[in-house]
């Protein structure tokens, strides 16, 4: 039996599971069918159904098995400490996350962040925001376990003459230390102004660096960069609303 064309959809109001026939519920202008939420059709919004076929009988009555009835706050991972399992981490990932104080990760990204630039090569007064935990969106919502580092900083009161010369000297000395660039071209902006992602091949981290050398208004050009860690797993007792 092909369950391709069923949509398996809960009521957050009443805690319910609903099997329904895709070819079922297919509204107009919706030649693909699908499920009606998030499409703005409500939970109990009235769809015009047909009688139900014997193959959507067929998948009903197979629910239990192909769905555990735990509830669904745990099946549909809602409510409070929404902490994925530990294979879904990885799968996720990629990688199973290191397990790290927050403080040490903070200084590494901070570290890493003064390399760049000296990297870059020119003149300019760095922007003093440092280094913050933030939640490992998609695995950790509620930021209780895994947690990730980020860098959002500026390098001011450069000249816009010396952003093609820092753009230059990341492009040779980021391989040299061990960053492989994975972006060198315009930004997806009307001013198109250049832009260099990276990632790190041995400690995941990922930079993007932008030389906005033309900005709307009476915005002075700068090197924006964003520097992000990968995700960790804090050491147990750690609570990371106050790390």
Same mark, same amino acid.
């Given at each position: 039996?092909a369950?391709?064309?069923? =949509?398996?959809?809960?009521?957050a /109001?009443?805690?319910m599971?609903?099997?329904?026939?895709?070819?079922?519920?297919q509204q107009?202008? /919706?030649?693909?069918g699908?499920c009606?939420?998030?499409?703005? !059709?409500?939970?109990?919004?009235s769809?015009?159904?047909?009688?139900?076929?014997?193959?959507?009988?067929g998948?009903?009555?197979?629910?239990p098995?192909?769905v555990?009835?735990?509830? =669904?706050s745990?099946?549909? @991972?809602?409510?409070?400490?929404? !902490?994925?399992?530990?294979?879904?981490?990885?799968?996720?990932?990629?990688?199973?996350?290191?397990?790290?104080?927050?403080r040490?990760a903070?200084?590494?990204? @901070?570290?890493?962040?003064?390399?760049l630039v000296?990297?870059?090569?020119?003149?300019?007064?760095?922007?003093?925001?440092?280094?913050?935990?933030?939640?490992?969106?998609?695995i950790?919502?509620?930021?209780?376990?895994?947690?990730?580092? /980020?860098?959002?900083?500026?390098?001011?009161?450069?000249?816009a003459d010396?952003?093609d010369?820092?753009? /230059? @000297?990341?492009?040779?000395?980021?391989?040299?230390?061990?960053?492989r660039?994975?972006k060198?071209?315009?930004?997806n902006?009307?001013?198109?102004?250049?832009?260099?992602?990276?990632?790190?091949?041995?400690?995941r981290h990922?930079?993007?660096?932008?030389?906005?050398?033309t900005?709307?208004? @009476?915005?002075?050009?700068?090197?924006?960069?964003?520097?992000v860690s990968p995700c960790?797993?804090?050491?147990?007792?750690t609570?990371?609303?106050?790390?």
């Amino acid at each position: 039996m092909a369950f391709s064309r069923f =949509c398996l959809q809960a009521s957050a /109001d009443f805690g319910m599971l609903y099997l329904l026939d895709l070819a079922e519920v297919q509204q107009p202008g /919706d030649p693909q069918g699908g499920c009606s939420v998030g499409r703005g !059709v409500p939970w109990n919004a009235s769809l015009p159904r047909r009688p139900p076929s014997s193959a959507t009988v067929g998948a009903v009555s197979l629910l239990p098995a192909l769905v555990p009835l735990r509830g =669904c706050s745990s099946m549909f @991972n809602t409510g409070r400490g929404r !902490v994925a399992k530990p294979w879904k981490v990885r799968w996720r990932l990629g990688y199973t996350p290191e397990v790290r104080a927050v403080r040490q990760a903070e200084d590494e990204v @901070n570290r890493m962040s003064s390399h760049l630039v000296d990297a870059m090569g020119i003149h300019g007064t760095p922007s003093h925001i440092p280094a913050a935990a933030i939640p490992c969106s998609g695995i950790d919502p509620d930021f209780t376990t895994y947690y990730r580092v /980020d860098h959002p900083w500026a390098l001011w009161e450069a000249g816009a003459d010396g952003f093609d010369t820092a753009m /230059d @000297n990341l492009r040779t000395r980021l391989p040299e230390m061990g960053w492989r660039i994975t972006k060198d071209g315009p930004m997806n902006s009307r001013a198109r102004n250049p832009e260099i992602k990276a990632v790190h091949t041995i400690s995941r981290h990922h930079v993007a660096i932008e030389a906005l050398k033309t900005r709307s208004g @009476n915005l002075k050009p700068q090197m924006d960069v964003t520097l992000v860690s990968p995700c960790y797993r804090a050491p147990e007792g750690t609570d990371l609303s106050r790390a």
